[in-house]
C-alpha cells in the first residue's frame, strides 16, 4: 500500500492538542519532531561531545512538527479532509498563538498542489437504501432512483464516503420524515443537513466552528435546488456562543447531528437535549472504537436513551432519544 505523510507544523505546547485530534480521527501512531527536545539535549549533554555536526542542528532546527501517514487512496483522503478540518478548527480557537502556525504540508510538498490531485479518488457512491452521494464534476453512468446529493465540499471538507458519514446517513432514512425540523452540529460541507432536506425535512439550521463552512454549506444546498428559506447555516462556538446559541433555540428540533469526534459530542450531549423536541432523535458518529463507552456514559448522564450503536471498521455511531 502506499502512504501519504502529512506533516503538521506546530510548537512544543501544540503537540498534545495536535496529537489529541489526530487521535480523535482514529490516528494513533505520529512521529514528533520537538525543536525545544533537541535544543535541551544539546545543552544538558555538552560532556559527552566536543563537536556536533553542523547539518544535524540545521535538520532539527526550526519548528516542531508532528507527522502522521494515512493510505493513498479514497479513505486515506477522507481522512485527509479530516485532518484539515479538525486542524483549521485548532487554529480558530488558538487565540493567543501558543501552538504555532498550524499548517499541513503532504507528501513533502505544500497543500495547495495536492488541492489538484483529490478529485480523483471522488466518485459518486451510493449509501444506505435510498442515497447517492455524487460529485458535480461526474456524470452518472446509468440513470438511478436514489435520491442524488450533488457536492462539491472544496478541499477542507468531507466527501461523505468516511465509515461515520455513512453511518449518519443511513440513520438519516430511518429517522427523517417529512415536516420534521434538523439541527446539524459540526456541518462541515453541509452533507448531512442537506441529505436531510432532500429526505423530506421542512427545516435544516446547520453550525460549524470554520466559517468556511458557510459558503461551502451553502454552494452545496444551491447544487441541490435547496430553497435557501428552508436551509440556515452559521459559524460558531455552540458551547461559547450565546448570541448563537439563542439563534438556535428560537426552533426545537425533531433530530439532531453531531458526527465530530467523542470528546466534542460529549461536550454538547447537554445542548443537544436542550435544543430537541421531547420525542427528540440525536444522531451521533466519528466515535472511535475505544471511545464508546465514554460517549454512552455521557449521553446516558445526560438523560438520553441509548437506542442503538451500529459499527463499521474502528467507527461507531451512536444514536439515542430524548
Known amino acids: 500500500m502506499d502512504w501519504i505523510k502529512v506533516t503538521i507544523f506546530t510548537s512544543s505546547e501544540g503537540i498534545e492538542p495536535v496529537s489529541g485530534r489526530l487521535y480523535q480521527l482514529g490516528i494513533t501512531g505520529v512521529e514528533i519532531a520537538d525543536e525545544r527536545d533537541f535544543k535541551d539535549f544539546l545543552e544538558n549533554n555538552k560532556q559527552y561531545w566536543d563537536y556536533v555536526d553542523d547539518d544535524l542542528i540545521k535538520e532539527?532546527?526550526?519548528?516542531?512538527?508532528?507527522?502522521?501517514?494515512?493510505?493513498?487512496?479514497?479513505?486515506?483522503?477522507?481522512?485527509?479532509?479530516?485532518?484539515?478540518?479538525?486542524?483549521?478548527?485548532?487554529?480558530?480557537?488558538?487565540?493567543?498563538?501558543?501552538?504555532?502556525r498550524l499548517e499541513i504540508e503532504v507528501n513533502n510538498t505544500k497543500e495547495e498542489d495536492w488541492a489538484n490531485n483529490w478529485k480523483?479518488?471522488?466518485?459518486?457512491?451510493e449509501v444506505g437504501e435510498r442515497v447517492m452521494i455524487k460529485p458535480e464534476w461526474e456524470e452518472l453512468a446509468k440513470p438511478t432512483d436514489r435520491i442524488v446529493f450533488n457536492i462539491n465540499p472544496g478541499m477542507s471538507f468531507g466527501t461523505g464516503s468516511h465509515y461515520t458519514t455513512q453511518l449518519c446517513i443511513e440513520n438519516l432514512e430511518k429517522f427523517v420524515k417529512p415536516g420534521i425540523k434538523v439541527l446539524d452540529l459540526g456541518c462541515g460541507s453541509g452533507i448531512l443537513s442537506i441529505i436531510s432536506l432532500l429526505l423530506g425535512a421542512d427545516k435544516a439550521f446547520a453550525v460549524d466552528i470554520d466559517p468556511n463552512a458557510v459558503d461551502i454549506a451553502y454552494q452545496n444546498a444551491e447544487l441541490n435546488g435547496i430553497d435557501k428559506a428552508k436551509y440556515t447555516v452559521k459559524a460558531g462556538d455552540i458551547i461559547t456562543n450565546e448570541a448563537l446559541q439563542n439563534e438556535i433555540t428560537r426552533e426545537k428540533y425533531d433530530v439532531v447531528l453531531a458526527n465530530i469526534v467523542a470528546d466534542v459530542i460529549i461536550a454538547l450531549a447537554p445542548k443537544a437535549k436542550e435544543y430537541m423536541k421531547e420525542d427528540g432523535v440525536f444522531i451521533t458518529s466519528g466515535i472511535i472504537e475505544d471511545r464508546i463507552d465514554d460517549v454512552k456514559d455521557a449521553l446516558t448522564r445526560c438523560g438520553f436513551k441509548i437506542e442503538s450503536v451500529k459499527q463499521r471498521k474502528d467507527w461507531a455511531s451512536i444514536v439515542c432519544v430524548n
Open 60 to 100: 532539527k532546527e526550526g519548528e516542531t512538527t508532528v507527522t502522521a501517514y494515512v493510505s493513498d487512496n479514497a479513505a486515506g483522503n477522507e481522512t485527509l479532509m479530516a485532518i484539515r478540518n479538525t486542524i483549521a478548527e485548532l487554529k480558530l480557537l488558538d487565540d493567543e498563538n501558543e501552538f504555532g
Open 120 to 125: 480523483k479518488y471522488f466518485h459518486p457512491l
